[in-house]
């Protein structure tokens, strides 16, 4: 059983950076994905944004980083989208929603039911869920799906220097930098990968809040195929950054992201 929601907010680790701006009046509040934190968006994304003159922040989800909670493994989809709303109201403006990988379903089912000027997914689950992910993960590794399965604890598949490299980040990525990435993954919730197969798939008839969508061209959590499904789902165009893996808020092609994200917020005037 999950914490009530008024104790997870005032327990909820929220990396806060900069100031709104006339030019840029409106919060960006940034979505992790599974087996991250907010560390992961205050790396680089959230200075950079900062120095730009928005006000940037990041949570961790209830059970990551330093946000408690009461059992992990049980903590549903509903849950973190509980955490994205949490923090999205007790800023003074509704903010822009980024999220990255499971963080961008968490993004996608916010906003099914809340209102934002405007959203970004990047390297996102699609709206079809985490079955193609799950079973590419089976054909590479059936020990590991097989012993998740079990268990339902997935941290040891994903946390060493060459698993973290092939789910998470590119060639290029500095191997010093895999390895002090992947010494900073935690554990996961077991409920997720339910939710995200069949239980709480996001309705993208029900958004209408303009989206952005950027993919990862060496991607191997979520295809090419699947980052233009979820562009389609959304009518828009995906867009995809080359030699880049999986985790873009953090490969060596980070500010090319970031960027993008900068120049597209003010064509909406964000």
């Given at each position: ?28 509040l ?18 950079f ?31 973190y ?5 949490l923090?999205?109201?007790?800023l003074?403006k ?7 990988s ?5 993004v ?32 590479q ?16 598949y ?14 290029h ?22 939710d ?45 950054f080359?030699?880049?893996g999986?985790?873009?808020?953090l ?20």
């Amino acid at each position: 059983m999950s914490a009530p929601p008024n104790a997870v907010r005032n327990m909820l680790e929220v990396i806060d950076k900069g100031y709104v701006s006339e030019s840029h009046p409106v919060p960006l509040l940034f979505v992790h994905g599974a087996w991250h934190a907010a560390w992961c968006w205050d790396e680089y994304f959230l200075n950079f944004f900062a120095d730009k003159g928005y006000r940037a922040l990041a949570v961790s989800l209830r059970g990551h980083g330093n946000s408690p909670a009461l059992k992990l493994r049980a903590c549903s989809l509903a849950d973190y989208v509980e955490d994205v709303g949490l923090v999205a109201d007790s800023l003074p403006k509704k903010p822009v929603v980024i999220g990255h990988s499971l963080g961008g379903v968490i993004v996608q089912k916010y906003l099914e039911s809340h209102d934002a000027p405007a959203g970004v997914l990047m390297a996102s689950m699609p709206p079809q869920g985490n079955l193609g992910s799950g079973l590419r993960w089976l054909r590479q590794h059936p020990w590991h799906f097989t012993k998740m399965a079990i268990t339902g604890k997935s941290l040891a598949y994903v946390n060493t220097p060459r698993l973290a490299r092939e789910r998470f980040f590119s060639a290029h990525m500095p191997d010093a930098q895999v390895l002090q990435y992947a010494t900073r993954l935690q554990e996961e919730s077991a409920r997720i990968g339910v939710d995200c197969l069949v239980l709480n798939l996001p309705r993208p008839k029900r958004v209408t809040t303009p989206l952005l969508v950027l993919g990862a061209q060496n991607d191997e959590a979520h295809t090419a195929k699947e980052i233009r499904a979820t562009a389609r789902a959304y009518r828009t165009e995906a867009e995809f950054f080359p030699r880049m893996g999986h985790n873009m808020m953090l490969e060596p092609g980070w500010a090319a992201v970031a960027e993008r994200i900068h120049t597209w917020l003010g064509t909406h005037g964000l």
